[in-house]
């Protein structure tokens, strides 16, 4: 993997990372924060295309499977980066 890849694929956890870490203390009131509606806004660009298609889903879940949408792109940022050392 090129070491654009590498650099990509670990500031893209970490942003994923820190923004989970925020949308948790947001959601459930943790370090003596007041909860706060808007404390998944992070996740949401990190997740694009996959939470657009979250309305599918019962209510309940739509805070969860957002906080996990990230985590597809980050899969996929991980197997494009291993597909493009193979081929080149």
Not at 31 to 41: K, N, V, W
Not at 53 to 66: A, K, S, T, V, Y
């Amino acid at each position: 993997m090129s070491s654009f890849c590498k650099f990509a694929v670990w500031a893209f956890l970490a942003a994923y990372i820190l923004a989970l870490f925020l949308f948790l203390v947001g959601t459930f009131g943790w370090l003596g924060q007041a909860r706060d509606p808007l404390s998944g806004i992070f996740l949401i660009p990190l997740g694009l295309p996959w939470n657009l298609m979250i309305e599918g889903f019962p209510e309940d879940l739509w805070p969860w499977l957002g906080a996990a949408a990230p985590a597809l792109n980050l899969v996929l940022l991980r197997w494009i980066c291993g597909r493009t050392r193979r081929q080149g």
